[in-house]
């Protein structure tokens, strides 16, 4: 068998093709560029609310969840941090008084929601409820008389029996609704220390 001859200018032709290709592969398989670098770490940040004279009133961040000595320190509050080593949980209100006592709260549910941290449906008030997308004061009052009549809630799902919740509206608030096993505490119950 004889092989096909080539002139020098074809032969010129098909290494410049075939040094094209390679070109073309190696350049979508990324080898001229660097490595694309690590996508950013994201932060699950605690947010902590500090009030009361005793302390700088604000929203304060955390990248762990802080002990009370260190949103003692953080809010520049007056007196000696308690020596406790109470963690604080994100969405919490300190209220610091000016004697060095301290109480704590949950946030207020239009807070919470605007720092993107939901709302535990057995322990929100009315007010709190109000504060979620659709929801308006005489159907928040109607959730927390429901809660009230038939017990906490199981699950998030339940809503739907409350009169005034279909399931669009249900689908919609969910996202920022949770059910906590044991609260910590309510608005109502205070711990005083």
Same mark, same amino acid.
């Given at each position: 068998?004889?092989?096909?001859?080539? $002139?020098?200018?074809? *032969?010129?032709?098909?290494? %410049?093709?075939?040094?094209?290709?390679?070109?073309?592969?190696?350049?979508?398989?990324?080898?001229?560029?660097?490595?694309?670098?690590?996508?950013?770490?994201? %932060?699950?940040?605690?947010?902590?609310?500090?009030?009361?004279? =005793?302390?700088?009133?604000?929203?304060?961040?955390?990248?762990?969840?802080? /002990?009370?000595?260190?949103?003692?320190?953080? $809010?520049?509050? /007056?007196?000696? !941090?308690?020596?406790?080593?109470?963690?604080?949980? $994100?969405?919490?209100?300190?209220?610091? !008084?000016?004697?060095?006592?301290?109480?704590? !709260?949950?946030?207020?549910?239009?807070?919470? %929601?605007?720092?993107?941290?939901?709302?535990?449906?057995? /322990?929100? /008030?009315?007010?709190?409820?109000?504060?979620?997308?659709?929801? =308006?004061? !005489?159907?928040?009052?109607?959730?927390?008389?429901?809660? *009230?009549?038939?017990?906490?809630?199981?699950?998030?799902?339940?809503?739907?029996?409350?009169?005034?919740? $279909?399931?669009?509206?249900?689908?919609?608030?969910?996202?920022?609704?949770?059910?906590?096993?044991?609260?910590?505490?309510?608005?109502?119950?205070?711990?005083?220390?």
């Amino acid at each position: 068998m004889r092989l096909p001859f080539f $002139s020098r200018n074809q *032969q010129a032709v098909i290494l %410049l093709l075939g040094a094209a290709l390679l070109f073309l592969y190696a350049w979508r398989a990324n080898f001229f560029r660097p490595p694309s670098p690590p996508p950013p770490q994201q %932060l699950n940040l605690v947010f902590v609310e500090v009030g009361g004279p =005793g302390a700088h009133p604000g929203v304060y961040s955390f990248e762990h969840t802080p /002990t009370l000595a260190e949103v003692w320190q953080k $809010s520049n509050a /007056t007196g000696t !941090a308690p020596a406790a080593a109470e963690k604080i949980l $994100s969405g919490s209100r300190v209220e610091i !008084a000016a004697n060095g006592q301290y109480r704590l !709260a949950r946030m207020h549910g239009a807070e919470l %929601l605007a720092l993107g941290l939901p709302l535990d449906l057995n /322990t929100a /008030t009315a007010g709190d409820l109000d504060a979620l997308p659709g929801i =308006g004061p !005489a159907l928040a009052q109607r959730i927390v008389a429901y809660r *009230q009549k038939n017990g906490p809630f199981k699950k998030v799902e339940d809503l739907s029996n409350v009169s005034g919740i $279909s399931l669009k509206l249900l689908k919609k608030i969910s996202p920022h609704l949770i059910i906590e096993p044991f609260a910590k505490f309510t608005l109502f119950d205070l711990l005083i220390k």
